[in-house]
């Protein structure tokens, strides 16, 4: 193993000691679209639901929006620093230490607990209760060790995941879409309720404040064009394979999303899917199809796995990122000469995982994640803010709508993910400064602390 300095300058070829850039376009797309088309397909359509009501579209076409005009910040961003970590490394070189650090620290723990939720969610679609546990620990160490074999081994696997998930959602799109209207569709026309709790009674349409909440949550299920950001470094021509991959992934996920969103409505209604602990499985059994129920079920754990693989692969890099600037132990900051991956950080990630799926339960993190996210782009957005001349790649506009629009939903998240997200922060802000204090008043401090790490 060598320590990985920051990469050089050239976008074109890999850093002495760094990674290597091994990723071209497809593969690029299949990772995004790999943490995309993940268990956020199966899952965010229930609390968004609960929000949203019969307006669920409505804060479906908002998420898009919003999550176009972040992706656009990111890929521009990466094309011009072509280096691991994504909005860290971004805000850190346009914003400062701060702002870089508050987007790396928010990734790499929120993203930590979203590990664990993924493995989780799978564990429990594959195998029975007693197993769950067993199981989610035994695919976070096949997972690690699919990354650690390198980055064209994970983009493979990646491809196989999001090519069977995306067979199995075409047909559940044909089938539920081709059947009549589910009762619950039938009930909600007929009363033109919101069909949940938070947007109001029979007869009440949701608030803006309802659709807002829909569109944070289901936010969630978008964020993983991050990724191919967080990959930069490792992504051949990165100015021009960035942002084709970034638009092309975030395209394809809400054409999916779009047709999932609904055949759900179709099937069960605004009311049934917010009310569904398992909205496609119950829609496609809602058509007459409960054959087809066992199949989604399975899919739901393989596309977990798909997330949790792409996952692990985008907080390796994050936290090397942040271990080369010493905002994690400076020992992360090593890339397996071999192999070329941040294999000791990955083994870390994989222990701290490992021992949340034997000890907790996660699955509920999708408001505390969606937090973390929209903090992480909101610095992206304004890193990007300050690009000019030909590394604008898009509108000025699209960054300061982005900007706002993360705002805007952190705001109308609900209260609990709010105070969850905001004690994540807050953790990491007064460790750093306990750490920065630590080292000013550390013997030769003046002389260059870069090199104390953590």
Not at 116 to 141: E, H, K
Not at 146 to 162: E, K
């Amino acid at each position: 193993m060598t320590a990985a300095p920051p990469p050089s300058a050239s976008p074109s070829s890999s850093a002495p000691g760094g990674l290597q850039r091994r990723l071209g376009l497809v593969a690029a797309v299949v990772i995004g679209l790999g943490s995309m088309i993940g268990a956020g397909v199966f899952s965010a359509f229930a609390p968004a639901a609960a929000a949203a009501g019969d307006l669920l579209l409505v804060s479906l076409l908002i998420a898009g929006i919003v999550a176009f005009c972040n992706a656009t910040s990111t890929a521009q961003l990466a094309a011009q620093h072509p280096t691991s970590g994504g909005a860290y490394a971004f805000g850190r070189e346009r914003l400062g230490e701060w702002p870089g650090f508050v987007a790396g620290w928010g990734f790499v723990v929120g993203k930590t607990a979203s590990c664990a939720a993924m493995a989780t969610t799978a564990a429990v679609a594959l195998v029975p209760d007693p197993w769950t546990r067993p199981a989610a620990l035994l695919l976070v160490v096949a997972v690690t060790a699919l990354n650690a074999a390198g980055i064209t081994r994970t983009a493979a696997a990646t491809a196989v995941i999001v090519a069977a998930v995306l067979a199995v959602l075409v047909v559940v799109v044909v089938v539920v879409g081709s059947a009549p209207p589910g009762v619950g569709a039938v009930l909600d026309a007929a009363s033109g309720a919101g069909g949940a709790g938070g947007a109001g009674g029979a007869g009440e349409g949701p608030t803006p404040v309802a659709v807002l909440q829909g569109a944070g949550l289901l936010f969630f299920a978008f964020a993983g064009y991050a990724r191919i950001a967080t990959l930069a470094e490792e992504v051949r021509r990165p100015s021009v394979t960035i942002p084709r991959a970034v638009v092309i992934a975030l395209s394809a996920a809400l054409v999916v999303y779009a047709a999932v969103a609904l055949v759900l409505l179709r099937a069960l209604g605004s009311a049934g899917t917010a009310a569904s602990q398992r909205p496609l499985v119950d829609a496609v059994e809602a058509a007459g199809a409960g054959w087809l129920a066992p199949v989604v079920a399975v899919a739901t754990g393989v596309a977990a796995s798909g997330a949790l693989l792409a996952l692990v692969a985008g907080i390796g890099r994050t936290s090397l990122a942040m271990a080369r600037e010493g905002d994690l132990p400076r020992g992360l900051a090593v890339v397996d000469a071999r192999r070329g991956v941040p294999l000791r950080a990955e083994l870390v990630l994989a222990a701290v995982v490992g021992v949340l799926v034997l000890t907790v339960d996660l699955r509920g993190v999708i408001g505390a994640s969606s937090f973390g996210v929209l903090v992480y782009y909101l610095v992206a957005n304004v890193a990007a803010l300050t690009q000019t001349g030909e590394h604008r790649r898009w509108p000025r506009v699209l960054p300061v709508l982005g900007a706002v629009a993360c705002v805007a939903l952190v705001v109308t998240l609900p209260l609990a993910s709010v105070v969850a997200g905001a004690g994540v922060f807050a953790v990491g802000v007064l460790g750093r400064l306990v750490v920065l204090r630590r080292r000013r008043g550390s013997p030769g401090a003046g002389r260059g602390s870069r090199t104390t790490g953590l």
